[in-house]
């Protein structure tokens, strides 16, 4: 049973760090692209950030050069490590991936306000 566990999320000031985990079973995680979505109030969802099997990482515009991801294949574990947060990264961020279905986790929220 494929299984995707979000942690970390929380309250944060502008301009503030955060670093969410993703604990993934029920599949083989090293043989798989991984990603981080997000979704604001009254917003679609959205791709945040990627990293290939091989570890390769792509990002959104809105959070180049601010966000990390990563991944711990021994721990089975994507991060996303969130630097210089703004309000408008306030959403659920949801980890996610793709092997003939969509796989999802149940989201963890971030909100970025002073």
């Known amino acids: 049973q494929v299984q995707l566990v979000e942690s970390g999320g929380g309250l944060v000031q502008p301009g503030g760090s955060l670093r969410l985990s993703c604990l993934a079973s029920?599949?083989?995680?090293?043989?798989?692209?991984l990603m981080w979505y997000r979704q604001a109030p009254g917003k679609q969802r959205e791709l945040v950030a990627a990293?290939?099997?091989?570890?390769?990482?792509s990002y959104a515009g809105a959070v180049k050069g601010r966000f990390t991801i990563s991944r711990d294949n021994a721990r089975n574990t994507v991060y996303l490590q969130m630097h210089s947060l703004k309000p408008e990264d306030t959403a659920v961020y949801y980890c996610?991936?793709?092997?003939?279905?969509?796989?999802w986790g149940q989201g963890t929220q971030v909100t970025v306000a002073s």
């Open positions: 996610h991936f793709l092997r003939g279905l969509n796989y």
């Open positions: 029920g599949f083989a995680f090293t043989k798989h692209e």
């Open positions: 990293i290939s099997s091989g570890g390769e990482a």
